[in-house]
T-cell receptor, first 113, second 114 residues
Framework: GENVEQHPSTLSVQEGDSAVIKCTYS??????FPWYKQELGKRPQLIID?????GEKKDQRIAVTLNKTAKHFSLHITETQPEDSAVYFC????????????FGKGTHLIIQP | GAVVSQHPSWVICKSGTSVKIECRSL??????MFWYRQFPKQSLMLMAT?????????EQGVEKDKFLINHASLTLSTLTVTSAHPEDSSFYIC??????????FGPGTRLTVL
């Protein structure tokens, strides 16, 4: 089955700086890679996703890059703000998103004021 | 995104009892829904895929006789934790996946088994 590794487990950055979280996956059949933000006690919220036919996708301060050859994808957050503090999870699946997700272990992002 | 509701949001039960959790897809007809479990400070783990009108597909290591899934309509999937024990205490979250739009989660149900 699929295995998703996520690094780092904790990331502390100064407000206004950029944050990068990296994930690798093992199943070459995976073709859908979402990122979720989860605040304490809340549901995971989909913040951005990318499909395997695209190398990069951007939405305002958030971007995701995908390297299919190396089987890794990354989340980039620019101009970080205090409200970006949360746990971020990457995930992978087959079926273009119609199948169940395999999650990474999560990254606790801390934005220092 | 999609709108998914869950009920109850939290439940406390005694060991040995059964608990039913409902998951509703509010804005589209979901032939497939998913059930995940999240232990404190851990990641989400897929338990099973709920298929409307047919049997659920369980992930390896998930006991199908303990976690009963029913998906009798296009908007409702239920998860019943049978003979619950303290080690079943967890955050149970369902999701649906509108075609081409990603996967969206319900608010979750926090189960505590005494």
């Amino acid at each position: 089955g699929e295995n998703v590794e996520q690094h780092p487990s904790t990331l502390s950055v100064q407000e206004g700086d950029s944050a990068v979280i990296k994930c690798t996956y093992s199943d070459s059949a995976s073709n859908y890679f979402p990122w979720y933000k989860q605040e304490l006690g809340k549901r995971p919220q989909l913040i951005i996703d990318i499909r395997s036919n695209v190398g990069e996708k951007k939405d305002q301060r958030i971007a995701v890059t995908l390297n299919k050859t190396a089987k890794h994808f990354s989340l980039h957050i620019t101009e970080t703000q205090p409200e970006d503090s949360a746990v971020y999870f990457c995930a992978a699946s087959t079926g273009g998103g119609a199948d169940g997700l395999t999650f990474g272990k999560g990254t606790h992002l801390i934005i220092q004021p | 995104g999609a709108v998914v509701s869950q009920h109850p949001s939290w439940v406390i039960c005694k060991s040995g009892t059964s608990v039913k959790i409902e998951c509703r897809s509010l804005d589209f007809q979901a032939t497939t829904m998913f059930w995940y479990r999240q232990f404190p400070k851990q990641s989400l783990m897929l338990m099973a895929t709920s298929n409307e009108g047919s049997k659920a597909t369980y992930e390896q290591g998930v006991e199908k006789d303990k976690f009963l899934i029913n998906h009798a309509s296009l908007t409702l999937s239920t998860l019943t934790v049978t003979s619950a024990h303290p080690e079943d205490s967890s955050f149970y979250i369902c999701s649906d996946a509108p075609p081409g739009r990603g996967q969206y989660f319900g608010p979750g149900t926090r189960l505590t088994v005494l």
